[in-house]
């Protein structure tokens, strides 16, 4: 599989995860728990979903600030562009209700959170990676 295929599998499982987790959660415990729920466990999956990637495309230890990077901006854009359509357009619809337009405004500043985690999960993923590497190497 090629990098790309590989960003975009591990994407899916972090967001597959966290929808679900966050539905669970703001259904059976509020919104409150919910959002503790995502900063709590999301940026442990990513980070490892991360390492996984790195792994998986076999990187360079010189490499992996700039595959970690791109990985990022590409997980913040999807993440945006999921969410917008999900929580805007396709649960509104499903409830038979008109679209969400404020949804971002509403779940501010906290969807923003969100995303800025991704920032931190990524240099955590880029770190066990490196140090998976470095043990392995010596």
Not at 94 to 119: M, N
Request: glycine share 2%; charged share 10%.
């Amino acid at each position: 599989m090629n990098r790309m295929k590989w960003n975009l599998t591990a994407f899916l499982i972090m967001y597959l995860i966290a929808t679900c987790m966050g539905f669970a959660t703001y259904q059976l415990l509020g919104p409150v728990a919910m959002w503790i729920a995502v900063f709590i466990v999301m940026p442990v999956i990513a980070a490892l979903l991360i390492c996984w990637f790195l792994m998986k495309i076999k990187c360079s230890p010189d490499r992996t600030l700039r595959e970690t990077l791109v990985l990022i901006v590409i997980w913040i854009a999807l993440s945006f562009s999921f969410d917008a359509i999900t929580y805007v357009l396709v649960v509104p619809a499903l409830s038979h209700a008109s679209a969400h337009w404020t949804f971002f405004v509403d779940q501010s500043p906290w969807i923003w959170l969100s995303y800025t985690v991704l920032i931190i999960s990524g240099y955590a993923g880029r770190w066990l990676y490196l140090r998976r590497q470095s043990r392995q190497s010596a």
